[in-house]
């Protein structure tokens, strides 16, 4: 009931008791109606809600001009439009809808809400404009309804729940380079460039060489040979096309936002969205040119390779591979969970109201009060939590242990009789003066921490609700719902994954924990470095002559653990592959061996002298990999945000049209 | 969605002919027990039906109830000695019942029909926000779209409620109390209506709530089972885990050194 039905009811009942009172028969049958109008529209509304709410069905079409389409694309616009009806009887005389945005998709133009009355004749649509600033999965969770009734007495908000997953495919970004009077890059390389500039048996020029014994006579150019009095052979282009392989990672480390750093939208910048981005221009590039091009993204626990093709199904699927990694999110089983545990909560309010209600899902309140939950954390939460964890030891030591040890002594001092006199006497001043005291002062410890852990106990009962709605979600297969619960209460390792994989699954931007309670960083996984190895020993088995493999992974805070990498990149340029790695480079920080006055931190204040140190150590960090690689033939690039693809493809061109001479290195 | 701004709701204009119409027929019909004190009302409810009026009707009940209630006119025995006059009775009934009506869900149409939430009232912080969660939403309901039939109904289930309760009235009103309450029969009175609520709340209740437990989703009767079980077993649970915990920890420890 809204306050505005019970301050109704209120005048309504205070009328019929002054009629009663009164004996004033009008007043009393005014009330009387009055009352009775009201307990009939509770009635009705309750009912209708009860039978006809879950007929309640919303759908969604997200599309362009040409029509609904399943795949979006990055940086483009699109009509999201969402009809909310009834199917069957009824009739919901006032209903307000509000459509919720993903945080993945952009907002344009266009209202999310929409009200009136719905029927099955009798519908709501609502019809907005979104872009998408950032490659990954637009996940659109339903709608946010609330319904009334004609007076708004009363009132049941919910949520009509029908999430769809649309992937945003990563998209081709070419940024100008210059002023409005520079041309544009181009992917494509401008015609007369040979692109495959190996000599092959193809049909077009490639280039022109002295004549050398052996060479066919047909490939003589007899004209220019003439012109310049001695014979010139034709050289032709390779028809072999080159296989690359990118492999992204798409770890922890590249999955934790950049600081700062915001997309057109609000969206948050990930390193990982640059690598995919980098990924996605490479592989059209390729594409364009019939080349053949493979993925393979790996992180901390494995990897997933996709073989060479050129088929344009193979790039679509590359394509979705790309965008389904970037909706990925950072996940560290050793973050405090109730860092994330407000968020996940709110988030969890707005999308399941029903599954977190008192009826389906409680805790006994006697239980937040006195027991702590978990009974063993890892995590230094203060002083306050400390004694909410052990009030109950410290009652039952200062109320009953040692008052009863100090009874025990004194029993068996005056049963034994042998102890000197100041002794019996301390022992009885301590039994009947310090043991009260003890057991006052326990007590009113005690009661302190039940009065000041109001913080703690509220985050019990959000624990307890959202470890009730992991295990009966069905997404969640993991958990058993039998002792999945009493699991998640009492580990906080396991609770942490599951609320990040919550918010991941609904792509909700959080702020995860970076370091663990010792100061560690959580995301620094060199477990990678294993799985790139073996992915790319596993690439090199099974590949043909010269490929070209693209390493787009973050090694920058790894350098000390490159040694199953390098012997993996040894034997790929040991057979004749080009290898290259390309590191993502973060936002703010000035490129190695470029001055750039705008991104020198300040050296003196305390936060840019900070700032300053990790600058250098970052540069350090990237010389020591790079001159890991160069001792072996491999180049290392940093993608910084303003280099654009077709420089990172110049430097993939320069790599294959290396000239080889037979026996040596190229 | 249309946007109706530019033209002025007819369910808005409707509304407010219903309760400025009732509202007058009601001070007509007190001005001949109360006299000029009748005017009261109609001055409270004048100013909640005004454009910016805040007052809603429960004042003008309010007032209503506190004249009569120092009105002087107390019969202290049984029922009223004046003669009963019914068709009196049931139209100020049936007046007091369309204003209150009318007035509700005018406020319903100017200024909101979902309870506002306080959430929406704050600014949002950043950019990231608008058109996500929390928006401000219009929640007042759109006049022009009255659903068919919606005031003729209303109208219509005026006598209806009016005659309800005057049969009501009659029963409890010549119910005799029992010797200890004979003195003060408005308590008797008042002990059966509110025993009669009672009684019709706890069957609705039951019924709802029946209702709701039948027709809930796979998920909420997962939660239910899983709470009882919890329940019944936490204690063990809770033990068996927290010792799991604890030799996971004591293992990375021993790891991590």
Redesign the interface.
Known sequence: MTGRGWWTLFACVTLLLVGIFRNEAALSVTGLTLVLWVAWEWLFFSLRVRLFLRNLKVERAVGDDRGPLATLWQGREYTVTVTVSLAGKGRFPYVAVADCVPFAVQHLDGSTIANGGVSAKESLTVTYRVACPLPGVARFEGVRYEVTDLQGFFAHVGFLRNPILLRVLPGVLVHRSGGPTVKRQNELMPPGIHHLRQPGSGSELLDLRDYLPGDPPRTIAWKVSARRDKLITKEFESEVPVRCTLFVDVSSSVRVISPGRVAGGGAFYKPLDRLIELAAGVLRANASLRDLTGLCLFDETGSRIVRPERTSNHQTRLLQLLGEAGALGPMAGRADPNALLPIAYAFAQEVYPELLRDEVNRIPAWLTWLVPMPRYTRHRRGKLEALHRSKRTLLLWGTTLIPLSLLIVNLVVAYFGEAPEWARTLLGGLLFFGGPALATGAWLLFLFSLLTAWRLRKLTRWRKKLAALFCVLPTNASLPPTGGLAALLEDDDLFSLHLQHFLAEHQVPCAVPLYDAEGRYLFAVPEKVEVLAKALLQAVQRGRDNELFVLLADLLELDHHLEPLLAAVRVAVGRHHQVLVVCPWPHGVSLPGIADDRRTPREDTLPGLILALSHARLHAAFGRVRRAFARLGVQVACAASHESVPLVLDRIERLRSARRIPGGKP | ?TDDKDEKPSGERDYLLLAVGALLFVTVLLIQDLGFVAVLPLLIGGIGLAPRGAM????V??T???V??F?GR???I???DRS??II???F???A??VY??SH??L??IQR????PDARRERPLR???L????L?P???A??GG?L?DG?LVWLILTAPV??L???V??LRV?FDLPPPELERVP?VW??IL?AWG?LI?LGA?HVI?TY??RS???R??S??????Y???ET?GE??R???W???G??KRERKDDR
């Not at chain 2, 809603?56 to 004042?59: I, K, L, N, Q």
């Not at chain 2, 909101?112 to 309870?115: C, F, G, L």
């Not at chain 2, 608008?130 to 969660?133: A, F, L, Y």
């Open positions: 969605m809603g009707p429960g004042w009940i309010l209503v109830a506190v009569y209630a009105r107390w019969s202290p049984g029922f009223d009963p006059n009196g009775d049931l100020f009934a049936v007091v019942f209150v009506v509700v869900r406020m319903a909101h029909a979902v309870p950043t950019k990231r608008v058109g996500r969660w928006l939403a219009q929640a309901r759109r779209r659903g919606e409620f009016a309800v309760a005057y009501l009235w009103a408005a009175r008042v209506v609520a019709l609705c709802l209702l709701k027709l809930a989703s998920p909420e997962l939660l239910v089972m899983q709470d079980l919890w329940g936490r649970q809770r068996v885990n927290a799991l915990s604890w996971r920890r």
